[in-house]
């Protein structure tokens, strides 16, 4: 079968994901159509005049299949329906032609490391005997003791709380990430086959491309003799490790590749898979996905020696891999970089930045709110300025802060509930968007929003700063325009700046973007300027700006 998109119709829009300004929308939180405090498919739909305004190549939609929201929707029921409470099959349709004939492309998220407790098979693996079918489509051992009441091993969930969950009749399940979510066991052909199903399911109905979740972790071997939790730390992740990133999951991929190929122009995919950055090229090759998440950034403090080295590795890495790069600085499982930016740097501490102050309710370490928005416009214009693949996330583009003050019988992700005092969650990044200054919801919808919405948000509100110049919205919609009318060769070249809180870099039409990290002004190049993060100081460029100029 071959499907053309409307939006995708040309063999020269093969690549058109290379250098995309992609926008990642969390369907629950963007904009409720029936006033329920959810937001849905229709909502998206009502809002493409505006993402076509903010100019963006391409939406990224978070998973909007049914799910029992143990995970946000990342446990889900049905890999080829739409949630009820999101909408119906028809509102997906209908959704997909109206981002088409704005020129806009459809990338879904696929999760096929495991499903939700819920799904069809999985339950049909509860109701079946040990050393059934139904079983070997997951992850299921013997228990220790005398009768397996004992877990398999000492193994913990990255969520919290053991990895192993029993059944009752002996045997016990893996689940790396929530008790809902049960991995899927990729050893099985009957998952290879489903997946390719559901791939051609949703391109079918005009995807442009699909975004892999935990991408390395689908192709597990686990031993006989399973190893303690501090043995399997200390394994090294060289491609043999028992749960991650194995060498002989390009193999799935390389299965998938084919799937896409068989639509013109080919579905495109990205990986998220946090691996050693020298691991994650394959991930992106011509064979396989095409391109992986560079979240390098999202790790980064705002210091300008940091920000070459990933850049300059990154730039290598993807020209090695035949790929394009990626460039993230926000996303629904970080801390918001206007946030992360006003808290003290974490200058290499393998911490998650901002974890603290959130389990504080915002309180500790103090949060300087304007030079985190500050740093957070600048890094965001450099971002745009770099060959390859910008990843957006729905509200960066109003300089909305992290939310830290949820109450705690309002929140819903379960790293909260599974590590109390350890860590706070994600839901102050995935607070319901403000449209307007005043309302239940500020604009979200007629009633209430599912997550609560601070008080502050009428001033970050899209009706706020639309018509404001100097707004991070207005910010946002005219570097994306100048970006799609300058983007070139994905290629980018260092100018010395004689000061090392400096960068300065030239694209191959004459496009030079520098970024002042620290704290005196300094000078700009000749040329014609084009655009700024914030205002110059007479002639010179003032801390945590970046400015674009035509030289």
Known sequence: MTAVSPASASSADETWWRQAAVYQIYPRSFADSDGDGIGDLPGITSRVPYLTRLGVDAVWLSPFYPSALADGGYDVDDYRDVDPRLGTLEDFDAMVAALHQAGIRLIVDIVPNHTSNRHVWFQEALAAPKGSPARRRYVFRDGRGAHGELPPSDWTSTFGGPAWEPVGDGQWYFHFFATEQPDLNWDNPEVHEDFLTTLRFWADRGVDGFRIDVAHGLAKRLPTELPSQAELDALPKDGDHPLWDRDDVHDIYAEWRKVFDEYTPPRTAVAEAWVASDRRARYASPEGLGQAFNFDLLEADFNAARFRDIISFNVELAHESGSSSTWVLSNHDVVRHATRYGLPPLNGAKVKQGGAW?????????????????????????????????????????????????????????????????????????????????????????????????????????????????????????????????????????????????????????????????????????????????????????????????C
């Open 358 to 550: 959130l389990l504080s309710g915002g309180a500790e370490p103090p949060l300087d709110a304007a030079l985190g928005l500050r740093r957070a416009r600048a890094a965001t214009l450099l971002e745009l300025a770099l060959p390859g693949s910008a990843y957006l996330y729905q509200g960066e583009e109003l300089g909305l802060q992290e939310v830290a003050d949820i109450p705690a019988e309002a929140r819903q992700d379960p790293t909260f509930f599974r590590n109390p005092g350890v860590d706070a969650g994600r839901d102050g990044c995935r607070v319901p968007l403000p449209w307007t200054a005043t309302g239940p919801s500020f604009g979200f919808g007629a009633a209430g929003a599912h997550l609560p919405q601070p008080r502050w948000f009428a001033g970050c509100s899209v009706e706020t700063e639309q018509s404001a110049p100097d707004s991070t919205l207005s910010l946002y919609r005219r570097a994306l325009d100048l970006r799609r009318r300058l983007q070139t060769e994905e290629e980018l070249t260092w100018i010395e700046t004689g000061r090392d809180d400096v960068l300065a870099f030239r694209r191959p039409n004459g496009w030079v973007s520098v970024t002042n990290f620290g704290a005196a002004p300094c000078p700009l190049p000749d040329g014609e300027l084009l655009l700024t993060s914030a205002p110059l100081t007479g002639s010179t460029l003032p801390a945590a700006t970046t400015a674009w100029l035509r």
